[in-house]
T-cell receptor
């Protein structure tokens, strides 16, 4: 059974700092991996999708990498801002829509 | 915004009553999903659909049923609500390359 973990569970950084969030999964047979952010009381917003054949994806200040063989993905946030404060979740798709498994999330606080 | 709406957004109901949550999409995406989100458990898949009248169970399907009679609507029914079904329920769709987009959620409280 696929299991997804995220480290750290919570992170607090000063504004302007670069940071890395980690996502690990136990079964490397994934179709893709997706990163989301969730603001308190809100739904999930898609940030980046990495297909299994890709190594990384970039969107603005965000960069996500994928290493299938080691079962790891990282989300890099450059020059963090208070507006980046949210919970970040990763999810792996093991069977084209039939087996999405989510990590527990990392709660990020960026202090002004 | 992938044009996903959920109704109701908040609901309080009593134990033993049936409850139906609705998810509506404005585009003709084939795959739709229902998740629940709970502290300590994260997001878990309840049921999903891969077309009209085509549905299957997810990880936590006991006590839930779904129906999809039109492409744009996916209904989740709690046949007899229990306190353990108090949760936030999210609907999602898959678009290109199976990227998921989520609705705003329904907060359900079973008293």
């Amino acid at each position: 059974k696929q299991e997804v973990t995220q480290i750290p569970a919570a992170l607090s950084v000063p504004e302007g700092e670069n940071l890395v969030l980690n996502c690990s999964f136990t079964d490397s047979a994934i179709y893709n991996l997706q990163w989301f952010r969730q603001d308190p009381g809100k739904g999930l917003t898609s940030l980046l999708l990495i297909q299994s054949s890709q190594r990384e994806q970039t969107s603005g200040r965000l960069n996500a990498s994928l290493d299938k063989s080691s079962g790891r993905s990282t989300l890099y946030i450059a020059a963090s801002q208070p507006g980046d404060s949210a919970t970040y979740l990763c999810a792996v798709d093991g069977n084209y829509g039939q087996n999405f498994v989510f990590g527990p999330g990392t709660r990020l606080s960026v202090l002004p | 915004d992938a044009g996903i709406t959920q109704s109701p957004r908040h609901k309080v109901t009593e134990t033993g009553t049936p409850v139906t949550l609705r998810c509506h999409q404005t585009e003709n995406h084939r795959y739709m999903y229902w998740y629940r989100q709970d502290p300590g458990h994260g997001l878990r898949l309840i049921h999903y659909s891969y077309g009209v009248k085509d549905t299957d169970k997810g990880e936590v399907s006991d006590g839930y049923s779904v129906s999809r009679s039109k492409t744009e609507d996916f209904l989740l029914t709690l046949e007899s609500a229990t306190s353990s079904q108090t949760s936030v329920y999210f609907c999602a769709i898959s678009v290109r390359e199976n990227e998921q987009y989520f609705g705003p959620g329904t907060r359900l409280t079973v008293t």
